[in-house]
């Protein structure tokens, strides 16, 4: 329940936290207070680690924390201004960290990660779902002309990225978690098709709807320090997560 009494029993006698928790974005979330509880855990979790002593922590944030910069290499180092409550939430749970990294000597890796895609994964987002609609020899159904630009991380690259913040055990520091490629809507819906060999399978829908592309971010902080690097592009993720279906008999 992210208590302190619950945690000091279930952290005692652990080497490292890694600390991935947390209310998603949500389009009911209105409201500061729908992330409220992204905050105490946090420092519930910090709090518990300086008590029992661990401190090779990771901490999962979110590039939504920079918010809509207008900079297309964005550092580390950029001041965040998250454009809705729940980066504002991560935010703060990255301020917390910092006290502690300062007064607790509690070596806290903080990740701010883009935005994940992988095998279970909701079926609802976006290459999940085009997948399996490719798979079903259904229309991929593109609102707008394609050209909205996304930033995708396999999510197998995360999970590196984690393994190796948690082998380096000394360090702290704020880290880039992002590919370091950049796709329109079109290009993946194309890039998915080919792997069905279905390529006339896409319908436009006229949409009035306004959304920002994609930024790049700097990830070279991280290939210094952690010697990270993403490893999958997107079509090689694709072809991974399509070969664990086949192997394992199950949905994307």
């Not at 209105?30 to 029992?52: G, K, M, P, W």
């Not at 910092?98 to 994940?116: A, C, M, P, S």
Request: net charge neutral; proline share 2%; with cysteine.
């Amino acid at each position: 329940d992210y208590s302190k009494s619950s945690l000091n029993s279930i952290l005692k006698n652990c080497d490292a936290v890694v600390h991935l928790a947390s209310a998603r974005p949500g389009n009911n979330a209105n409201s500061f207070d729908d992330y409220i509880n992204n905050v105490y855990r946090t420092n519930n979790i910090f709090d518990a680690c300086a008590e029992l002593g661990i401190a090779n922590i990771v901490y999962s944030s979110t590039i939504l924390i920079y918010g809509d910069k207008n900079s297309n290499n964005i550092l580390e180092t950029e001041i965040p201004l998250p454009d809705n409550f729940y980066g504002l939430s991560k935010y703060f749970c990255e301020l917390i960290a910092e006290q502690f990294i300062r007064n607790y000597d509690l070596n806290i890796k903080i990740l701010r990660i883009g935005q994940v895609f992988g095998n279970g994964d909701k079926p609802t987002r976006l290459i999940n779902h085009f997948i399996n609609l490719a798979l079903n020899k259904e229309k991929l159904k593109i609102y707008g002309d394609g050209s909205l630009k996304r930033n995708y991380i396999y999510v197998k690259d995360v999970c590196e990225a984690i393994d190796l913040s948690l082998r380096n055990v000394k360090i702290s520091g704020t880290y880039n978690i992002c590919s370091n490629e950049i796709y329109s809507i079109i290009e993946i819906a194309k890039i998915i098709n080919r792997k069905f060999d279905y390529d006339k399978n896409i319908e436009f829908i006229k949409s009035n709807l306004e959304f920002k592309n994609a930024k790049f971010y700097n990830i070279e902080k991280a290939l210094k320090e952690l010697n990270w690097k993403p490893k999958w592009n997107l079509e090689s993720a694709i072809d991974d997560m399509i070969k664990y279906r086949n192997n394992c008999n199950d949905p994307i």
